[in-house]
């Protein structure tokens, strides 16, 4: 079975070709990073109306470079939410009509599935169960993925996503949009000893976490040293302080969920997955605890239509399918998806278990 995947959910637009038994056969992915900079965010019209300018012309490119038609996919999987509702349902929409013309399933997919199911397209793929570390612009949460399609949410942000405080972190330090990668590559340059910022929440029961006090410590920061002058490396130190803060509290509450769940595996997923500093110290930390980490690579951590094609080949080939009517959701909850009922090994490669 050959499955489209179609990601639209935020400010990528993510296309690619899932082969069951094969593994990924075409992967593109446009982003629209540029497009939003100049507002210092993901401007939701824009990013549905520059979807509705890609998505087609990717599409015929991606059978293209697979040197297959249209005649030559099985089903079509896109993202249905959570996400962006004018994204989402360009996406939605476009694979909905490919399905329908063609006469083959389509597969509504969860964004969030997809990130925590990506480390499985990797040749050293985790088993069930595992622990999931869910970090992106939009999402911070600690999940349990006992086995394909059952999910639990053990703990989440009360306010803002981690990457969101990256992001306005690095707005506060004069960095441009998105500001993970621009701000990890400053902290390479900071004082690790000049400033330190609390570890939010970390002091208290519970995996929750919350990102917004470390904004504003940064803020005050940034005030409280203005009248001595804010220079280069002043601001290296503030960013190297806010990383390492937020980088301890993360690996603090994956510390206490692999405790508590007695799991020996994590998995991380989401674009803050991509900064080395945190891979570096999760690494560590769950060696502490005799256990593995797993990461997708890179392209697989940041939204991708790959994720997509594969979570729904498995739900396809589980035997899933929708009727004529379709909707997208701004909000959905992990636990509320079915298990699926699919025999991995049909579905991966051999090499890749
Ligand atoms: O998963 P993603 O591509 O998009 C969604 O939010 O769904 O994640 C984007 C987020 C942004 O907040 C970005 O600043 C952050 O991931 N990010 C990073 C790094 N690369 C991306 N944060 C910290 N360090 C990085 N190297
Ligand atoms: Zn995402």
Known sequence: MRVVGIETSCDETGVALYEAGTGVLVDQVYSQVRLHAEYGGVV???????????????????????GISKMGIDGVAYTAGPGLVGALLVGATVGR???WARGIPAIAIHHL???????????????????ALLVSGGHTLLVTVERPGVYRIIGETLDDAVGEAFDKTASLLGLGYPGGPALERLAKSGDPDRFHFPRPMTDRPGLDFSFSGLKTQVATTL????????????????????????????????RRALRETCYSRLIVAGGVG??????????EMVAGEGGEVFYPRIQYCTDNGAMIAFAGCLRLLGGEREGDAFNVRARWSLEELKPIEVDLDAVIPARKR
């Open 44 to 66: 939701p019209e824009l990013a549905s109306r520059d979807h509705v300018r890609k998505l087609l012309p990717m599409l015929r490119r991606l059978l293209e470079s697979a």
């Open 113 to 131: 599935e997809g990130h925590l199911l990506a480390p499985l397209l990797e040749e050293r793929a985790p088993a069930f169960p595992f622990l």
């Open 223 to 254: 005030r409280e040293t203005e009248r001595t002058g804010v220079d280069a490396q002043l601001r290296a130190d503030i960013a190297r302080a806010f990383q390492d803060a937020a980088i301890e509290t993360l690996a603090l509450k994956c």
């Open 274 to 283: 991509a900064n080395r500093s945190l891979r570096r110290r999760l690494e």
């Open 97 to 99: 009509t490919l399905a």
